[in-house]
């Protein structure tokens, strides 16, 4: 049986990742609503169980996860470890006494609670004691009712707000205004201004050597030469050779040595993550992880299909996030990489295979089962292969990130 899941990232008010809320259905061809809450929270609980774990999805940060009361009352949540999910009280329950029991049992034995898509009603003030966290939809509800709900908690500290559907860097700076806790949306995966940002000198070798080997016929000397000018990107090379993702029997001794072990797929995968790393030093790092996810997606859904380099549709993958690193329009990004043309095409024109693939792995992300499961059969991928790919994907991208760290 496959698990089809999606993670939606949760920042706190400084933009670092504070939660994933995990989407999971029983397939794409069963997606929801044509699933009910109660099935689609059972399949999640049995798919953490036995086909997949928690960290591989969420790595150390909690997940939040749909519960409805048929769930709650079945104990589900007891199956979860407490320090990792926070459960989400789905807006469909209304309150009443087997809620409030529910939750207050749950809040006994230490489990984090969130109210789902909050309507704000006098009853839940019996609820408060035991919730943490209350999510508002923050594009459908008006600033008064906010400001109402606000009042309510004043007696209630601990309750932090989490604002959904933040689709803006103008809503997000509304809601940190409002004193929201928590956002979640896409606002952080698109250009916050428009505004050329240089690339510094460690960033230009970078670029440098990514043309270098891009190249039919790679020059290993003068890449082993260009390594050896930067002392930082050298060290990051040998740590990265070392690393236990290549499992390897004997220690890296010198630059030349890294790279031919390494290989010309992996030097050209490994320089691609250092230069996006770089660039988005500022940002915030889920950025960097959603990026990672995207090129090894990319790259396994290139390698079922059998159509396109894989090498290229990892590097679109990659690149596909660069405007909100760089705060400016892809095609202005674009403009200043040396990167192939049909990356390029796929990037700025939306056209192609690799844009496709960029489609896909954006229905994944939003959790949009129907139109994912059309574009893998418009793509004729092999349905049953695809959900592997992006677990894959998931945990390679955890894995780059402690690899790459300092």
Same mark, same amino acid.
């Given at each position: ?84 999910? &926070? ?210 997606? =990319? ?8 159509? &396109?380099?894989? =090498? ?20 202005? &990004? ?5 990167? =192939? ?66």
């Amino acid at each position: 049986m496959y698990f089809y899941a999606a993670r939606q990232p949760i920042l706190d008010r400084n933009k670092e990742l504070y939660a994933y809320e995990l989407l999971f259905r029983d397939g794409l061809e069963n997606a929801f609503p044509d699933v009910d809450g109660d099935e689609a929270t059972s399949r999640m609980v049995e798919g953490s169980q036995f086909s997949f774990g928690l960290d591989d999805f969420l790595g150390d940060k909690p997940g939040f996860i749909n519960f409805t009361l048929d769930t709650l009352q079945k104990k589900y949540p007891s199956m979860l470890p407490k320090e990792q999910v &926070v459960i989400e009280i789905l807006e469909t329950i209304q309150p009443g006494k087997r809620l409030l029991a529910e939750c207050q049992q749950l809040k006994e034995q230490g489990y984090v609670l969130a109210l789902d898509d909050y309507i704000h009603q006098g009853v839940w003030r019996h609820f408060y004691p035991f919730i943490d966290i209350i999510k508002i939809d923050f594009r459908s509800t008006a600033a008064d009712t906010i400001n109402e709900i606000k009042l309510a908690l004043t007696d209630f500290p601990h309750i932090k707000l989490l604002a959904e559907k933040v689709e803006t860097n103008e809503e997000f700076q509304l809601a940190l205004d409002m004193g929201f806790s928590y956002f979640q949306g896409y606002f952080f995966s698109k250009p916050e201004m428009m505004q050329s940002k240089a690339l510094a000198p460690a960033q230009m070798t970078l670029a440098e050597l990514l043309y270098e080997t891009s190249k039919a016929d790679m020059d290993l000397n003068k890449i082993t030469q260009v390594f050896q000018r930067d002392v930082h990107l050298s060290y990051k090379l040998l740590r990265y050779s070392n690393s236990a993702i290549f499992k390897r029997r004997t220690e890296i001794e010198t630059i030349k040595q890294a790279l031919v072990v390494l290989g010309q797929a992996e030097l050209k995968k490994f320089l691609s993550l250092l230069f996006t790393s770089q660039i988005s030093s500022d940002k915030p790092a889920e950025l960097m992880r959603m990026s990672m996810t995207r090129a090894r997606f =990319a790259e396994g859904l290139a390698e079922l299909h059998g159509k &396109v380099d894989t =090498a290229k549709a990892f590097l679109t993958g990659l690149m596909s996030l660069m405007d909100a690193i760089l705060d400016e329009p892809i095609d202005s &990004v674009m403009n200043k990489l040396p990167l =192939a043309k049909e990356i390029k095409e796929a990037l700025i024109e939306k056209k192609g295979l690799l844009a496709d693939y960029i489609q896909l792995i954006q229905y994944y992300e939003k959790a949009q089962w129907k139109e994912a499961n059309q574009a893998i059969n418009t793509l004729q991928l092999p349905n049953d292969k695809v959900p592997d790919s992006y677990h894959t994907a998931v945990q390679w991208a955890n894995e780059q990130m402690k690899a790459l760290g300092d």
